[in-house]
């Protein structure tokens, strides 16, 4: 069974930065698409960034160029550093991985990220 699982979020003020990490355990193969999304309260689920296991990476307009997207396939392991947050950035996120053809479609739990003062 496969289990991903999220870690670094928390409460922070605007301008400053987190690192999120989303670990896999179980067995999995050959990660396609390894990708973090967000929710906030009352909206839906968006796409923040995702990066493909050539390397090629595609962020939401809302983040580029104060998040970085990065992966380690042979940990599988996929982090989003944030810069420069702001409040909207408030929301529960979650990271997404997908194998290739869709052959899986695996979701971590979310964690919480705070941007207030």
């Known amino acids: 069974q496969v289990q991903l699982v999220e870690s670094g979020g928390g409460l922070v003020q605007p301008g400053g930065s987190l690192r999120l990490s989303c670990a896999a355990s179980?067995?999995?193969?050959?990660?396609?698409?390894m990708g973090w999304y967000r929710q906030a309260p009352g909206k839906e689920r968006e796409l923040v960034a995702n990066i493909v296991s050539a390397g090629t990476t595609n962020y939401a307009d809302s983040v580029k160029g104060r998040f970085t997207i990065s992966r380690d396939n042979a940990k599988r392991n996929v982090y989003l550093q944030m810069n420069s947050l702001k409040p909207e950035d408030t929301a529960v996120y979650y990271c997404?991985?997908?194998?290739?053809?869709?052959?899986?479609?695996?979701w971590g739990q979310g964690t919480q990220v705070t941007v207030s003062s």
């Open positions: 997404n991985f997908v194998g290739y053809s869709r052959s899986y479609n695996y």
């Open positions: 179980g067995t999995i193969f050959r990660i396609n698409v």
